[in-house]
């Protein structure tokens, strides 16, 4: 039997749609052009797995990965980043001093996904679960910097950053802000591959701009990088 096929075709076609979705956000035109599948079998099939919270849409109305896949993973105790994240934030946070996070990105939003916040004194805090804008911040900027051009232009529409500055962040390979997403907060973020190389999550640190300054990554680039070198290789190791 031909590994990708199981012989029960809807449900071939229901993971081929889960599969393509991994890569981010998708139109119904670009699922059929991705998966072969027919454009009405692909359009019943994402809305059965939208009813089902595998499959949502953003804020354009494509498809996206829901938030069934990430609850199963976390029951499975598959989601290894997850686990891995909690201690890692912890070390990053008592070597800078500062709030450590972890962002995930679904369609045109960020999902802080794990934190470790400063123990004391004034500190830039990030709930668990808090979606925030993909048009500004550090891990913003990460998130969107490795994507394809098309994704980029789009995703730089009303941004508060520029082409410009996400190729620095590709060149250096950790972002900064100072300002963008909240007045007087400064952060720095850097990215998480999974096996594949794809960037799939962002660490971040971020705290007051009066501590941190107008050049952040100075302070704090090699170990917000190293805590996201160590994540990417967890999840290669494993």
Request: charged letters at 20%; a positive charge; proline letters at 4%.
């Amino acid at each position: 039997m031909d590994r990708k096929n199981s012989g029960v075709g809807v449900l071939d076609k229901a993971v081929s749609i889960l599969t393509t979705l991994e890569s981010g956000p998708h139109s119904l035109a670009e699922l059929v052009a991705a998966t072969g599948i027919a454009r009405p079998t692909a359009h019943r099939l994402a809305v059965a797995l939208e009813f089902h919270r595998l499959v949502a849409r953003d804020l354009s109305g494509r498809f996206v990965l829901g938030p069934r896949s990430g609850e199963l993973a976390a029951a499975a105790g598959e989601d290894r980043l997850l686990a891995a994240a909690a201690p890692a934030l912890s070390a990053l946070r008592d070597a800078t001093g500062e709030s450590a996070q972890l962002y995930r990105r679904q369609g045109d939003l960020r999902i802080c996904v794990a934190v470790a916040d400063r123990l004391s004194g004034l500190r830039d805090s990030v709930p668990i679960g808090a979606a925030l804008t993909m048009q500004a911040g550090s891990a913003a900027q990460v998130l969107l910097a490795w994507e394809d051009s098309e994704r980029i232009h789009r995703g730089l529409t009303n941004a508060r950053f520029t082409a410009a500055q996400l190729a620095a962040v590709r060149r250096r390979g950790w972002a900064q802000s100072m300002g963008e997403r909240e007045a007087g907060v400064a952060s720095v973020s850097a990215p998480v591959r999974g096996p594949n190389g794809k960037v799939i999550a962002a660490v971040s640190i971020s705290g007051p701009i009066e501590r941190l300054g107008r050049q952040p990554g100075r302070l704090h680039a090699a170990a917000v990088a190293a805590t996201a070198a160590r994540l990417s290789e967890h999840i290669a190791n494993v």
